[in-house]
C-alpha cells in the first residue's frame, strides 16, 4: 500500500461504492428476472410441455442500461450514481416515466457502507473481505425486498468465502467458522419447523437459514444471538411503522433477509463496540 492518507482511502472507497451500487442496481433487478426464466425452462423439459422458447431477460453484466418502462438505452450521463438520477428529477429523458427511487438509495447506501469498512480496517486485504461482505449483503436486501428470495447464487459464495478467509485467519479461526454457520443454519432451521408445525404456517423462508450460516461463517459464534436479537429488534420496528403507517397489511408476509443482513452487516463493523458498551450499562465484565 502506498502512503496515502487513511481520509484518501475513505472517500475512494465511498465512490467505488457508489459505482458498484449502480451494478447492484441491475443485479438487485435483473437476478431474479433471469433465475425465473431458467426455472420456467426447466420446468418445460422437465413435464416435457409443449410451447415456443422466451426470449431470455435481459443479461446482468454486458447488457446496456435501459429504461425499464419505453426500453431507450440509457445515455452514460443518465447513469451517474444518484446525481443522474437528481438531474432527472426522477423521471425518464425519454418517455417521462417515474424512475424508481431505489436506483439512488441503493448507490448512496453502498457508497456509505463501503466507506465505513475502509475506516473500520483500513487500507488492506481486511477491507476487501468486507467490501465483499457489504456488496453480497445490500444485493440480498435488494432482492429479498423486491421478490421474498435470497437467491442461492450470491448466499453461498458468501458461506464459502467466509470459510476460507478463516484460513487466514480474518475475524475467526476455521473451526469455529464452520461450527457457526452449521449452528446458525439449524437455529433457524428449528424455528422454522417448530412453527410450522404449531401452526401450519411458513414463518420465514429457507434463505434465510443459509445467510444466518453465512454470517456465522464470518463472524463466529459470538455473533448468531446478537444478530437475531437485533434481526427481531429491527424488523420489528419497521414492521410496527409500516403497519401504523398503514403502509404494510399485518397478513402479508415481510422478508426477514434484509434484517438479517442489516444486523449481521452492524454487527461486523461495530460489534466489538456494541458488546463493550453493553458490557458497560450492564456491568459485565
Known sequence: MTDLPLWMWIVSAGVLGLLVGSFLNVVILRLP?????????????????????????????FEPSHCPKCKHRLAFYDNIPVFGWLLLRGRCRYCSEPISAQYPLVELVTGLCSAAIVWRFGAGWPALAGLAF???????????????????????????????????PFLVQPGPAILAAAIGYLSLWSVY??????????????????????????????????VVLLSS??????????????????????????????????????????????AHLTGLH
Open 33 to 61: 428476472a433471469r433465475l425465473e426464466a431458467e426455472w420456467r425452462a426447466d420446468a418445460i423439459a422437465v413435464l416435457e410441455l409443449e410451447g415456443e422458447p422466451q426470449a431470455p431477460p435481459p443479461g446482468i453484466v
Open 193 to 226: 419447523w417448530g412453527f410450522k408445525l404449531l401452526t401450519g404456517k411458513e414463518g420465514m423462508g429457507h434463505g434465510d437459514f443459509k445467510l444466518l450460516a453465512a454470517l456465522g461463517a464470518w463472524m463466529g459464534l459470538g455473533c448468531l444471538l446478537p
Open 134 to 168: 457489504t456488496w453480497a449483503l445490500i444485493a440480498l436486501s435488494g432482492i429479498d425486498l423486491r421478490t421474498q428470495l435470497l437467491p442461492d447464487q450470491i448466499v453461498y459464495p458468501l458461506l464459502w468465502l467466509g470459510l476460507l478467509l478463516s484460513l487466514a
Open 233 to 278: 429488534l429491527i424488523g420489528a420496528i419497521v414492521g410496527g411503522t409500516l403497519m401504523a403507517l398503514k403502509r404494510h397489511e399485518r397478513d402479508v408476509p415481510m422478508p426477514f433477509g434484509p434484517f438479517i443482513a442489516a444486523a449481521g452487516w452492524v454487527w461486523f463493523v461495530a460489534g466489538d463496540q456494541l458488546w463493550a458498551a453493553y
